[in-house]
C-alpha cells in the first residue's frame, strides 16, 4: 500500500509535533505520485513549513543568480581550459538547435519560445562560475526541458503552503548555500 511506504519523513515527538522531511530538485509531478500519504498528511496538517531556501522570496532568487556570477571582469573562457570551454560551446550550441524539437506541444501551447527557454537557463552563461555552468548543463536534458515550466517539488510545496495560509520559512540563507559551492576548486568541479 502506498500509504504504508517508507517516506524518510522523521517525526519529532513533540505536542505538536514536527516533521522533516526530505525533497529532491525534481519536477513534483516526477515524484507526486509516489510520495506516501503520511507524508502528505504531515504536510496538510501543518501551520508551518520552512524549506532549504524560500524559492517565493525575490531576493533569494536574485542572491541565487548573482551568487553563480564569476568575479567582475571575469568570463569562462579565462577560467576553463581552451579545449573544455570550446566543448561547452559546442554543446550549448547543440541544445540551443534541439531545444524547438524537445519542447512539448503544451509548453508551445502556453507561449513558451525555445529562445526564451534557452536564455532563462543558459542566459549569461560565459559569466557564469564553473560549478553552477556545471549545475545547469546537467539540466539541459531532452527530459528535463520538456518538464520546464512544471514547479519543482520544494517550490510546488512553498507554493501549495501560501495558498493553503501556513506560514513559511527557510532553514539556510542564499550566502550559506552559495559559499561552499563557489569555493569548490577546479579539480573537485
Same mark, same amino acid.
Given at each position: 500500500?502506498?500509504?504504508?511506504? !517508507?517516506? $524518510?519523513?522523521?517525526?519529532?515527538?513533540?505536542? #505538536? *509535533?514536527? &516533521?522533516?522531511?526530505?525533497? +529532491?530538485?525534481? *519536477?513534483?509531478?516526477?515524484?507526486?505520485? $509516489?510520495?506516501?500519504?503520511?507524508?502528505?498528511?504531515?504536510?496538510?496538517?501543518?501551520?508551518?513549513?520552512? $524549506?532549504?531556501?524560500?524559492?517565493?522570496? *525575490? &531576493?533569494?532568487?536574485? @542572491?541565487?543568480?548573482?551568487?553563480?556570477?564569476? *568575479?567582475? @571582469?571575469?568570463?569562462?573562457?579565462?577560467?576553463? #581550459?581552451?579545449?573544455? &570551454?570550446?566543448?561547452?560551446?559546442?554543446?550549448?550550441? &547543440?541544445?540551443?538547435?534541439?531545444?524547438?524539437?524537445?519542447?512539448?506541444?503544451?509548453?508551445? =501551447?502556453?507561449?513558451?519560445?525555445?529562445?526564451?527557454?534557452?536564455?532563462? +537557463?543558459?542566459? !549569461?552563461?560565459?559569466?557564469?562560475? #564553473?560549478?553552477?555552468?556545471?549545475?545547469?548543463? !546537467?539540466?539541459?536534458?531532452?527530459?528535463? +526541458?520538456?518538464?520546464?515550466?512544471?514547479?519543482?517539488?520544494?517550490?510546488?510545496?512553498?507554493?501549495?503552503?501560501?495558498?493553503?495560509?501556513?506560514?513559511? =520559512?527557510?532553514?539556510?540563507?542564499?550566502?550559506?548555500?552559495?559559499? #561552499?559551492?563557489? =569555493?569548490?576548486? $577546479?579539480?573537485?568541479?
Amino acid at each position: 500500500q502506498q500509504g504504508e511506504l !517508507n517516506s $524518510f519523513l522523521w517525526t519529532i515527538r513533540r505536542d #505538536p *509535533p514536527a &516533521y522533516l522531511f526530505g525533497t +529532491i530538485h525534481v *519536477p513534483y509531478t516526477r515524484v507526486w505520485d $509516489f510520495i506516501p500519504d503520511n507524508s502528505k498528511a504531515a504536510f496538510h496538517s501543518s501551520s508551518s513549513v520552512y $524549506f532549504e531556501l524560500d524559492l517565493t522570496d *525575490p &531576493y533569494t532568487i536574485s @542572491g541565487l543568480a548573482s551568487c553563480q556570477m564569476l *568575479p567582475h @571582469g571575469e568570463n569562462l573562457q579565462d577560467v576553463l #581550459p581552451r579545449e573544455l &570551454y570550446r566543448r561547452l560551446k559546442r554543446h550549448l550550441d &547543440y541544445i540551443k538547435l534541439m531545444l524547438p524539437h524537445w519542447m512539448t506541444p503544451d509548453q508551445r =501551447g502556453k507561449g513558451l519560445y525555445a529562445d526564451y527557454l534557452f536564455n532563462a +537557463i543558459a542566459g !549569461n552563461w560565459e559569466r557564469k562560475r #564553473p560549478v553552477w555552468v556545471m549545475l545547469m548543463v !546537467n539540466s539541459l536534458t531532452e527530459t528535463d +526541458i520538456r518538464s520546464r515550466g512544471v514547479p519543482v517539488l520544494d517550490l510546488y510545496l512553498a507554493q501549495e503552503a501560501e495558498r493553503m495560509k501556513k506560514k513559511t =520559512g527557510a532553514v539556510e540563507r542564499v550566502e550559506e548555500q552559495c559559499h #561552499p559551492l563557489n =569555493g569548490l576548486n $577546479f579539480s573537485q568541479v
